[in-house]
């Protein structure tokens, strides 16, 4: 039987996690408080860890009923109140990248990188156990940092999630609890899982190297067409129709309407 057994939130967009008992999926498909905040440049682009490995640095903890952020890269730290103290904040971001930084709120969607799909991740805990073991020297938790999943699932075997997907246009629906998701496609990595999220540091031929072992050891029941190369992993979800609700840990997942 497949459960939730993990719920990972991103308040900012590229930054460390917070592990919740529960979450609201909202009506349009993204967890509450999920990328609600991003960081943008002074020519209105994202600052994240696609574009620069300085992002992997900063550790952050979150008070998410607060609104509060206590952010450390290197010696410096300071905690910031996400309302009065935004411009602070943006100043003590903006030295540490080296340009100015605008930090901007989503509360209804968030920032999620496919539009298309903007609901939670999904992946199975012994797809990042399977996964782990590809690359000596890495370990499940820094798997799930790299791959950066909302919703984890217990109780099934390596690559089950790839179960939530059908032929293009074709999304499978399931439930998590009381809540009905469409799973829509595996999801396409960036440049980010390549790289330690501690510090940055590239790893040798990450890329190649998941390649060439998602496609040995990608299940039957993926719908292979889907696979126009095999850097992809997890899978990206959206709401079958605007009725959200609340997810625990957990909570059964169950394929079907």
């Known amino acids: 039987m497949a459960t939730l057994s993990r719920i990972?939130?991103?308040?900012?967009?590229?930054?460390?996690?917070?592990?919740?008992?529960?979450?609201?999926?909202?009506?349009?498909?993204?967890?509450?408080?999920?990328?609600?905040?991003?960081?943008?440049?002074?020519?209105?682009?994202?600052?994240?860890g696609?574009?620069?490995?300085?992002?992997?640095?900063?550790r952050s903890k979150f008070d998410l009923a607060a609104r509060?952020?206590?952010?450390?890269a290197g010696d410096r730290s300071a905690s910031f109140l996400l309302d009065s103290d935004r411009e602070v904040l943006e100043r003590w971001l903006g030295d540490y990248f080296g340009q100015a930084i605008q930090l901007r709120e989503n509360a209804e969607a968030g920032f999620p990188d496919d539009t298309e799909a903007p609901g939670p991740t999904i992946i199975g805990e012994s797809t990042l156990?399977?996964?782990?073991?590809?690359?000596?020297?890495?370990?499940?938790?820094?798997?799930?940092?790299?791959?950066?999943?909302?919703?984890?699932?217990?109780?099934?075997?390596?690559?089950?999630?790839?179960?939530?997907?059908g032929e293009e246009g074709s999304p499978v629906r399931f439930?998590?609890?009381?809540?009905?998701?469409?799973?829509?496609?595996?999801?396409a990595r960036c440049i980010v899982p390549t790289r330690s999220p501690s510090d940055g540091q590239r790893y040798p031929e990450f890329g190649r190297i998941f390649e060439?072992?998602?496609?040995?050891?990608?299940?039957?029941?993926?719908?292979?067409s889907r696979f126009d190369h095999f850097y992809r992993l997890a899978v990206n979800t959206r709401l079958p129709s605007a009725a959200g609700?609340?997810?625990?840990?957990?909570?059964?997942?169950?394929l079907g309407e």
């Open 8 to 48: 990972l939130i991103y308040p900012i967009k590229s930054f460390d996690p917070v592990d919740v008992g529960e979450a609201t999926v909202l009506p349009s498909g993204a967890l509450e408080h999920d990328r609600q905040f991003a960081l943008y440049d002074d020519q209105g682009k994202w600052v994240n």
């Open 50 to 58: 696609k574009r620069t490995p300085k992002v992997h640095a900063i």
């Open 68 to 72: 509060r952020i206590t952010l450390q």
């Open 129 to 165: 156990q399977e996964v782990a073991g590809w690359f000596p020297g890495l370990t499940v938790e820094d798997a799930r940092l790299r791959f950066r999943a909302n919703l984890e699932i217990e109780g099934e075997e390596p690559f089950w999630e790839d179960r939530l997907y």
């Open 175 to 187: 439930r998590i609890g009381s809540v009905e998701l469409a799973g829509t496609n595996p999801c």
């Open 212 to 224: 060439e072992r998602r496609y040995e050891t990608l299940p039957y029941w993926a719908t292979r």
């Open 245 to 254: 609700g609340v997810i625990r840990v957990g909570d059964e997942v169950l």
